[in-house]
């Protein structure tokens, strides 16, 4: 079966040990996942999980019903790239002299439409959001000048079309 990358979107209440027993469903079925995030969500008190896997379509179904079993679990979503609007936020430490001493690093910053967030004597940092490919592109132009430290976010991801989950909280109330 032909494998699609999927983002997951989980519904929850906020307690302790839930993202544990959603990895443990991922982990016996030998599942990797890609990336995960978590945040409030646009409705109070109810935070979200958006998590990346790449599974087949039949795989996927199950992993969401899985996940849905949690007691916490409020509602459980799953789309394709296609279906979502993404992006990831990556910041890069690079060494101060770099700045100072390489004039393309400035060009490069500025057509990665990147940002320099904080200048310090010693590091500057800078904050680029976009695609994956677009995040390790800016990491592969400035490992060169001293880069000191990276990190990127998971994805974070809305649905193009409606996920109804103002109106399956509704419908839950009035049962």
Do not use: C
Not at 38 to 53: A, G, L, Q
Not at 90 to 106: D, G, P, T, W
Not at 131 to 155: A, C, I, P
């Amino acid at each position: 079966m032909k494998k699609t990358k999927f983002t997951i979107s989980i519904y929850t209440e906020n307690n302790v040990g839930l993202l544990n027993r959603i990895s443990a469903i991922f982990l016996k079925r030998h599942i990797n996942i890609r990336s995960v995030t978590s945040s409030e969500s646009e409705i109070s008190n109810i935070y979200r999980f958006i998590i990346v896997v790449k599974v087949d379509n039949e795989q996927i179904v199950k992993l969401v019903k899985q996940i849905e079993k949690q007691i916490e679990v409020i509602a459980a979503f799953y789309h394709t790239d296609e279906e979502t609007i993404f992006l990831e936020t990556a910041l890069y430490k690079v060494k101060s002299k770099s700045l100072f001493n390489e004039r393309q690093i400035q060009n490069i910053i500025k057509e990665s439409r990147a940002n320099i967030v904080t200048v310090k004597p010693e590091y500057f940092v800078i904050e680029k959001t976009g695609w994956r490919e677009e995040t390790e592109d800016l990491y592969n132009k400035l490992k060169k000048y001293g880069l000191l430290q990276f990190v990127r976010s998971g994805r974070i991801s809305v649905s193009k079309k409606s996920m109804e989950i103002t109106k399956f909280l509704k419908s839950n109330k009035n049962d």
